[in-house]
């Protein structure tokens, strides 16, 4: 019955455990219980754990959905390992853990059932190239927590959490749409070509301009792409969804995308806002409200249950959409209660994810 176990079962319950741990670890970290150390300052590795930790390991459950057997094991015994390695030589990293840790992504290209290369389809067939510039970016963050080329750890974080956007205009923008017209609500646009590939090549610009270093160029482009998205955004009627919580928290986190875009280009243009509050308005406030949504929802679809939700999953959306909110406005707006609003995302954010476990763990 193990063997047989879908890829997505032990990935979303190992990364829904982790995302509690990671995030408790942190809130720890900012109290002053775990010290400054090691080449890296502990924010980074927050960052890291949350990319590389968290938002891999759940795309993997994604990508793994029909993958069945020993590949789902060994694929999972190795992200799990990194995660170890990392924690016991946090202060002083070492090439195991940084080993583990950058095999994963090739590992997961190698292994997944069926390959990207046989017979690709949209929007998979693009994963491939997502993966390498996610091993890309890992590796330049490890190359400088290991003293060998320093200063680019900062960096190919932001590059993570841009690719990471990108990945969510690609499949969120067919999912959302596509699941909200399931349940029988007629959209004005479903579709429109040239407006997604604009979408796409916003973010490609993006991407491009802030490798390249240009952050003007890289600000009007955020801010390029977060129109285009809104446009996107506008023709799913997301007022209709607003008594359906299981389509709603999937609108939510693409208009988190929207925000955290928007955000990020006044970041990169302004002094007014701090880049890493805008980019946690994609991280915390796009992917996860996107992530535990579709966790759910592919757990209730796999379980055999009705696509709707109880007061346990929808009391866990609220607290990932108040953890956003809390960690994203709340520095903006009280600049002077920034401590207090961080840690109360931070239990927040803690909170959905042990109301997801214990609604999910067991179905």
């Not at 997505?8 to 720890?28: N, Q, V």
């Not at 955020?222 to 928290?249: E, F, K, M, S």
Request: proline letters at 6%; a positive charge.
């Amino acid at each position: 019955m193990v063997a047989a176990m879908r890829g997505s079962r032990p990935f979303f319950l190992g990364t829904a455990c982790y995302a509690g741990l990671a995030i408790s670890w942190w809130l720890w970290a900012l109290s002053g219980g775990f010290p400054e150390g090691g080449p890296l300052p502990l924010a980074l590795w927050h960052a890291h754990a949350m990319i590389f930790g968290y938002l891999v390991a759940v795309l993997s459950g994604f990508l793994l959905t029909t993958t069945r057997g020993w590949r789902v094991w060994a694929l999972f015994g190795l992200w799990l390992a990194g995660r170890v390695a990392i924690a016991v030589t946090l202060a002083t990293p070492g090439v195991a853990g940084a080993a583990l840790d950058l095999a994963y992504l090739p590992a997961l290209a190698l292994l997944r059932d069926p390959p990207f290369w046989r017979r690709p389809k949209w929007p998979t067939a693009g994963f491939p190239a997502l993966l390498l510039a996610l091993a890309a970016a890992d590796l330049a963050f490890w190359l400088d927590a290991l003293g060998i080329f320093p200063g680019g750890a900062e960096h190919s974080l932001r590059l993570a959490v841009e690719l990471i956007a990108l990945m969510i205009a690609v499949i969120a923008g067919r999912l959302v749409p596509g699941y909200t017209r399931a349940m029988l609500i007629p959209l004005r646009a479903p579709r429109h070509a040239g407006l997604e590939a604009a979408s796409v090549a916003a973010l490609l610009l993006l991407i491009a301009a802030d490798t390249a270093g240009w952050p003007r160029l890289a600000g009007g482009a955020a801010l390029l792409a977060a129109a285009l998205q809104a446009w996107r955004l506008a023709g799913w009627r997301t007022g209709a969804v607003l008594g359906r919580p299981l389509l709603l928290i999937l609108h939510l986190g693409f208009a988190w995308l929207v925000l955290g875009l928007a955000l990020f280009g006044l970041a990169l243009l302004t002094p007014w806002i701090a880049p890493g509050d805008a980019l946690h308005g994609i991280t915390i406030g796009a992917a996860g409200s996107l992530t535990l949504g579709m966790m759910v929802r592919l757990t209730r679809s796999q379980a055999r249950l009705p696509l709707e939700t109880d007061a346990a999953t929808s009391v866990a959306f609220a607290c990932i959409v108040a953890a956003a909110v809390l960690r994203v406005l709340g520095p903006m707006v009280l600049p002077t209660l920034a401590g207090e609003a961080i840690l109360a995302a931070g239990v927040a954010w803690i909170a959905g994810f042990a109301l997801f476990l214990a609604r999910y763990a067991v179905v």
